[in-house]
């Protein structure tokens, strides 16, 4: 226990350069309160005791504003930056070295029943806002970028964007947006718009070249009649 409360600890002094020194970590980081709280309700879910523990993450929620639900399996060295308002699902798994920021829900997307919540790897960044959502894994690795949708799975050394969320960069590389089974429609919209434009411009070039060709014309009939 106290092996994993020195690497909770750790883990933000990594992760956060304002952290000046242990007593302001551990008095006063929301988010590490909100895992701690969690490790208790989760040790008393696993043990049947349903209601103590939901009501101990209740009580964390109030003072954190961070739900982490006692089912949910967290591993070593999470980091929650800036919690307010995440959510954490009761059948979502969360890898080590994993880092959330502000905003993040880690959900489901109906009634089903079973594992209904996303699976994330190790070493992954969820930026401000995304929302990850089904029953799908997130590989080692990645990167979630801020206000993302995340609807399907995520290959290993993945940087995903967009609504809803598309790969945009794997193992290091440009991914080639043809290639992707996600359109992004704000992407769509801007690229057709970007088409109309240029396609009105090269109207409007040829409608003023056409205008100084007559002028051109018209000066040279009135000088021959002249």
Sequence with gaps: MFKKI?????AVFEND????GWFEVVFTYSGLHAIWAHRIAH?????RWFSFARFISQVSRFMTGIEIHPGATIGNRLFIDHGMGVVIGETCEIGDD???????TLGGTGKEKGKRHPTIGNNVVISSGAKVLGSFSVGDQCN??????VLKE?????TVVGIPGRIVKQDGRRVDRLSQQLPDPVVDSLRSMQQELERLQQEIRTLQ??????TVRDTINKGSIG
């Design 6 to 10: 020195r690497s909770d600890i750790q």
């Design 144 to 149: 979630i970028g801020a206000n993302s949708v």
């Design 17 to 20: 350069p304002a952290a000046r």
């Design 43 to 47: 040790f008393l879910y696993k043990r």
């Design 154 to 158: 995520v290959p290993s050394n993945s």
């Design 98 to 104: 994993v880092v959330i920021y502000q905003g993040v």
């Design 209 to 214: 070249n056409a205008r100084e060709n007559e």
